[in-house]
Nanobody, 122 residues
Framework: QVQLVESGGGLVQPGGSLRLSCAASGSAFRLYAMAWYRQAPGKQREFVAKISSISITMYTDAVKGRFTISRDNAKNTLYLQMNNLKPEDTAVYYC????????????????WGQGTLVTVSS
């Protein structure tokens, strides 16, 4: 089974940038689509972005043009480059795996990791 460890969060000012990482265990990483999610205080977890095994990408409207999802299959690592951060981006960010890029993001394949906290505030 894939195990996931998120990192890279922190406190940044509005307009700032962060790059999140998601380290995935298992030899089958390259076969999975991967996705980022976030959960703001008092809100449900929501989909942010996903990437296929061959790096086709899709983003939620709220982050289009600001966030970039990418992957390095040789390192079993998923990334989320976040630019021009806004206070509404404040959340715990999680990654997860999809057996297909076309699977519903409501049903990821792996157990949730601990997430990494992103706080955007001046």
């Amino acid at each position: 089974q894939v195990q996931l460890v998120e990192s890279g969060g922190g406190l940044v000012q509005p307009g700032g940038s962060l790059r999140l990482s998601c380290a995935a265990s298992g030899s089958a990483f390259r076969l999975y689509a991967m996705a980022w999610y976030r959960q703001a205080p008092g809100k449900q977890r929501e989909f942010v972005a996903k990437i296929s095994s061959i790096s086709i990408t899709m983003y939620t409207d709220a982050v289009k043009g600001r966030f970039t999802i990418s992957r390095d299959n040789a390192k079993n690592t998923l990334y989320l480059q976040m630019n021009n951060l806004k206070p509404e981006d404040t959340a715990v960010y999680y990654c997860n795996a999809l057996k297909s890029f076309y699977d519903s993001t409501d049903y990821p394949s792996a157990a949730w990791g601990q997430g990494t906290l992103v706080t955007v505030s001046s």
